[in-house]
């Protein structure tokens, strides 16, 4: 059975940083693509990042380019946020998602498998 776990996440300060983790047990992930998505209160799940099988190509989302970084290590089968800067209009629920392709964008239904989430507070 394929699962993603999702940590890291928690309260922070504007301006602060977190970093979240995303753990693949199950199957290997190593050739597929892999992204975060988040959902606030009230608001459609949004796209945040995306990465390749290899690493070598990223996407992001206008709104968190610049501060977000997003990162693999295929041999822990782990996908990483690293997210500085953080601003209010960042709190949410982030989620981990494995697509089935070997690059994806930002649309969710690239993705087959998803996390439960982890939840990020922004304090002002």
């Known amino acids: 059975q394929v699962r993603l776990v999702e940590s890291g996440g928690g309260l922070v300060q504007a301006g602060g940083s977190l970093r979240l983790s995303c753990a693949v047990s199950?199957?290997?992930?190593?050739?597929?693509?892999m992204g975060w998505f988040r959902q606030a209160p009230g608001k459609e799940r949004e796209f945040v990042s995306a990465i390749n099988w290899s690493g070598g190509s990223t996407r992001y989302a206008n709104s968190v380019k610049g501060r977000f970084t997003i990162s693999r290590d295929n041999a822990r089968n782990t996908v990483y946020l690293q997210m500085t800067s953080l601003k209010p209009e960042d709190a949410a629920v982030y989620y981990c998602?494995?697509?089935?392709?070997?690059?994806?964008?930002?649309?969710?239904?690239?993705?087959?498998?998803w996390g439960e989430g982890t939840q990020v507070t922004v304090s002002s």
């Open positions: 998602a494995a697509a089935r392709a070997y690059d994806s964008g930002s649309h969710s239904y690239e993705y087959d498998y």
């Open positions: 199950g199957r290997t992930f190593s050739r597929n693509a």
